[in-house]
């Protein structure tokens, strides 16, 4: 496998350089410390892997697609520190296979360059958790609806947000915002499109991470019934 380590740091290229070089099955074959160094060395050298922090500085997210329209059996492997679950959904949709945070394991490193050359997807076990408490369904997610532009919930999609966190019907929530059904079904589907979730649980979940509603409900709602 050739692989390219894509990051802005030298000391976390050098530790990757390090902890790959000691398999005979890969072969660093370049390193980019931005965006154009990257683009640069995929022109340069046949590369099968691309291992990336896509938020350190001199790199964004949109280099992955752009990457992948002219390079499509490329397949890259995100590797940062702690992102959202939302920051991991338009990771996976801009093209990122698989995905491990810096302070994994080096077996799950290794394991996740070896999978992702096999044609799997790997996720580290913390990413797995953050998926997981986000109720993401990976296989459900809408590759199509990759955007660059950072996720922006409007004020009546976050009051829509905690009337669903409350337990309101979408009738409900038509009858108390003076809106069709319609209307609020339209803004449920995008909120859950915006927020990487396939249910209401999802929707639940992160009204009570940003605080839009409060866990105490939920905890003595059992109490109040």
Sequence with gaps: ??????DSNDIVRLGLRTILSSKSA?????????????????????????????????????????VLSNKKKIKFIAITPDQS???????????????????CDLTEIINAVEETGRGNKFFCGQILETIRKAAIDVNDIDFEAFSCEPVI????????????A???????????LFLSNHTINTH????????????????????VKTNLVSPNKFLFASDVN
Excluded: C, W
């Excluded at 074959?29 to 896509?54: M, P, T, W």
């Excluded at 919930?153 to 669903?164: A, G, V, Y």
């Design 188 to 207: 449920r589907k995008n909120i859950m499109s915006k927020l990487g979730v396939k249910n209401t649980a999802g929707i639940v979940m992160y009204a």
């Design 26 to 66: 890969f072969k660093i074959v370049g390193e980019a410390r931005d965006n154009d160094e990257l683009i640069e060395q995929i022109a340069s050298f046949e590369v099968s892997i691309v291992l990336i922090d896509y938020v350190s500085p001199g790199f964004d997210i949109s280099v992955i697609p752009k």
């Design 1 to 6: 496998m050739h692989l390219v380590i894509a």
């Design 166 to 176: 409350e337990g309101l019907t979408n009738i409900q929530i038509a009858e108390q």
């Design 85 to 103: 679950a939302q920051t991991l959904v338009n990771a996976l949709r801009s093209g990122v296979m698989s995905y491990v945070k810096k302070d």
């Design 153 to 164: 919930l409007s004020d009546r999609e976050n009051e829509i947000i905690t009337l669903i």
